[in-house]
């Protein structure tokens, strides 16, 4: 009787293992390029129940040039609404400096927006902050306003297809870890 016991226990045993160790496999890796949705939590990110194609727009840039989303196909952008006397924009783009230039060889495309400024405020101050990446003029406001940037920073996230990936507002730090890591997920899908 005590190895009859002894027998279902340790066959007991080996079905427990089995069963664990086929499940760990079957959820050890997400798909390649998935990004993990513990970094939407984290990060505070908003994400759209489907995919939206983000709306093109054509705006200037600060050297007189025109840019829309259709010439940044293929990229991940991070497409920032902002103005320069808004404090928690300025606190954050030097985050938002800092990722782009260690993620910009990998497809980021950092874009900020600036909500119904001139050309010489918003040079002004990209020149004291130090900021590389792109900043377009919404002189008008109505690029902001499709956008639904009543209130800002707003951010969005659009994946190298074009589509919402994801939206933010108000701001963060862009240069965490986390941010980091959400980003470098993101870039690695290839849609």
């Not at 109505?142 to 990936?165: D, Q, T």
Request: aromatic share 12%; glycine share 8%.
């Amino acid at each position: 009787m005590k190895s009859l016991s002894r027998r279902f226990l340790f066959a007991a045993v080996c079905l427990l293992v089995l069963v664990q160790s086929s499940e760990a496999f079957f959820h050890r890796k997400k798909a390649p390029g998935a990004v993990d949705e513990g970094y939407f939590k984290k990060l505070g990110i908003e994400k759209p129940e489907q995919a939206i194609r983000a709306p093109d727009f054509n705006l200037e840039d600060l050297h007189g040039r025109r840019l829309g989303l259709k010439g940044l196909r293929g990229k991940v952008v991070f497409l920032n609404f902002w103005a320069t006397w808004c404090i928690p924009c300025r606190q954050e783009m030097p985050a938002m400096e800092i990722l782009y230039r260690e993620l910009k060889g990998q497809g980021l495309e950092v874009v900020a927006i600036n909500v119904r400024e001139s050309k010489p405020e918003v040079r002004r101050f990209f020149d004291e902050l130090g900021l590389t990446f792109i900043s377009l003029l919404d002189k008008d406001g109505k690029v902001s306003e499709e956008y639904g940037a009543w209130a800002i920073p707003l951010s969005y996230f659009i994946n190298r297809k074009g589509e919402f990936f994801g939206k933010v507002n108000g701001s963060r730090k862009w240069d965490s870890q986390e941010a980091k890591a959400f980003f470098r997920n993101l870039l690695q899908e290839r849609n």
